[in-house]
């Protein structure tokens, strides 16, 4: 695998480490709220549905993070970026344009490289 796929993808494995985070942990704290532009109540009505959220976005690194590992199986990389990919395109549809840049794009980009 070259270098700089290696690089991309664990970028967007350490995104989703974040996104996980602030789904999991800091939904209904002033950081997850100003992240997702959540009101107090919203956040506190929604945070069981965050956590589960941000319990798939830490499989989708750890995923991303086994592609890494020597002897990883091939395929693995592309499907989870694949994931990363159609999970960005669908919430930017559904929840934010904002997930097309921080999620799809870095996910296309290390997908290219990584079948380059």
């Known amino acids: 695998m070259l270098l700089a796929a290696r690089i991309a993808i664990t970028i967007v494995a350490l995104i989703h480490i974040y ?4 789904e999991m942990l800091l939904w209904t704290r002033p950081a997850g709220r100003r992240a997702f532009g959540l009101s107090a109540q919203f956040a ?5 549905l965050a956590a589960n959220q941000g319990l798939y976005n830490g499989f989708l690194a750890a995923g991303l993070l086994w592609s890494l590992l020597p002897g990883s199986p091939n395929g693995i ?5 694949g994931c990363v990919l159609v999970a960005g395109v ?9 997930i097309l840049f921080v999620q ?7 997908l290219a490289l ?3």
């Open 90 to 98: 669908f919430g930017a549809i559904t929840a934010s344009r904002k």
């Open 19 to 22: 996104i996980m985070l602030l």
């Open 104 to 110: 799809a794009l870095p996910a296309a980009v290390a």
């Open 44 to 48: 506190a009505d929604s945070r069981v």
């Open 77 to 81: 990389a592309p499907f989870f970026l």
């Open 114 to 116: 990584q079948l380059s």
